[in-house]
């Protein structure tokens, strides 16, 4: 426990059922890059399902929040297997969240289709960067609300993370980033992750698209 810099103190603990529409409207909160997902996409249900299903339903001893009295204030979906992970977003998470935007409309509205083109561009650009999963099984992503960042929060829930992973004898993980978030690098590289790659990525930025890029670094007990 520790102070968030505010009256109330801020404790890491695993994840609980009654936490899930804290943790699906913070992901949708900070989707775009820290801000809010819906000039990209409007159906905040499809970008939830997407982002959170897997960790809450599947993993949920990996996913670990940050508790300010009855606040989540920020979240860790981790993941020790990432090869388990990506089988069971394909067969299961990915259609059902597909299927829903289909049965809501959500795939008619403009801001999804230039969404796919800048998919497409991304992948003509030479795709998603990928870790290697023999050397980096394991994964995280992290969010926090906009009003709790700065205070250390998220340097907390890495940390505990990271001690589950040691714990479970993981030789290592990786995590995703965009190439302009620049704050988010420098968090990652000061605890001892490394750059493993750099790639392009396509994203709609008012009526035209903006080139920018994805960088994945990895992290090892020997870093």
Not at 26 to 40: E, F, M, Q, S, V
Not at 64 to 79: E, F
Not at 100 to 113: D, P, Y
Not at 197 to 202: F, N
Request: aromatic fraction near 10%; glycine fraction near 8%.
């Amino acid at each position: 426990m520790w102070e968030n810099g505010m009256s109330n103190a801020v404790v890491v603990r695993q994840y609980r059922p009654e936490d899930r529409m804290q943790v699906r409207e913070i992901a949708c909160d900070t989707a775009d890059a820290g801000k809010p997902i819906d000039r990209l996409f409007r159906d905040r249900q499809t970008v939830a399902d997407w982002l959170t299903h897997y960790y809450t339903e599947h993993e949920p001893q990996s996913l670990w929040v940050a508790q300010s009295d009855q606040v989540v204030a920020g979240y860790l979906t981790g993941c020790l297997d990432t090869k388990r992970c990506d089988r069971i977003m394909v067969r299961e998470v990915l259609p059902k969240a597909v299927a829903g935007a289909i049965v809501r409309g959500a795939l008619w509205h403009l801001e999804a289709w230039r969404l796919f083109l800048g998919f497409v561009g991304t992948a003509l650009a030479g795709g998603v960067p990928k870790a290697d999963l023999d050397k980096y099984p394991g994964h995280l992503h992290i969010n926090l609300r906009p009003d709790f960042r700065g205070r250390k929060i998220g340097l907390q829930l890495v940390e505990r993370f990271l001690r589950q992973v040691e714990e479970a004898a993981g030789p290592g993980i990786h995590v995703t980033t965009l190439g302009h978030n620049h704050a988010g690098r420098r968090f990652f590289e000061s605890m001892g992750f490394r750059l493993l790659h750099e790639q392009p990525l396509i994203l709609p930025e008012g009526r035209w698209y903006r080139r920018t890029s994805t960088t994945v670094y990895g992290w090892t007990k020997e870093n």
